[in-house]
């Protein structure tokens, strides 16, 4: 499993995780579309996921750019359902999902946001 920071805006990063045996490929909290396009057309890479700890606008700003150009899948919390535009995947505390060949589990850490 590779990650690799992405600054975005002015003071912020994306990450984007790439499991090199899978292929699978995300990027967490996404805040804007350009500098995650640009790296993954270099590293010809196509993202699968687009993974949002939560709700705010430096977290989800490139998420429908991004599913848009590459058809990728949103996920996030459930709570936050109603508030990550296009989300398709709402993940629940101390659920497990697949990331390529890893298995992850969901952990809520609440405080930052209500969700």
Same mark, same amino acid.
């Given at each position: 499993m590779l990650?690799? %920071?992405i600054p975005c805006l002015t003071d912020n990063y994306a990450y984007i995780i790439f499991d090199n045996i899978s292929k699978?490929?995300?990027?967490?909290d996404p805040s804007?579309?350009?500098p995650i396009i640009s790296?993954?057309?270099?590293?010809?890479?196509?993202?699968n996921y687009i993974l949002n700890t939560h709700h705010h606008?430096?977290?989800?700003g490139g998420n429908?750019?991004?599913k848009k150009f590459y058809d990728a899948k949103i996920i996030g919390f459930s709570k936050d359902k109603h508030r990550i535009p296009g989300i398709d995947i709402a993940l629940q505390d101390k659920e497990k999902w697949n990331f390529g060949n890893s298995v992850?589990?969901?952990?809520?850490? %609440?405080?930052h946001t209500s969700g």
């Amino acid at each position: 499993m590779l990650i690799t %920071p992405i600054p975005c805006l002015t003071d912020n990063y994306a990450y984007i995780i790439f499991d090199n045996i899978s292929k699978t490929t995300g990027v967490v909290d996404p805040s804007e579309s350009k500098p995650i396009i640009s790296f993954l057309k270099k590293k010809k890479l196509k993202l699968n996921y687009i993974l949002n700890t939560h709700h705010h606008h430096d977290h989800i700003g490139g998420n429908i750019e991004l599913k848009k150009f590459y058809d990728a899948k949103i996920i996030g919390f459930s709570k936050d359902k109603h508030r990550i535009p296009g989300i398709d995947i709402a993940l629940q505390d101390k659920e497990k999902w697949n990331f390529g060949n890893s298995v992850v589990e969901i952990i809520h850490i %609440p405080g930052h946001t209500s969700g």
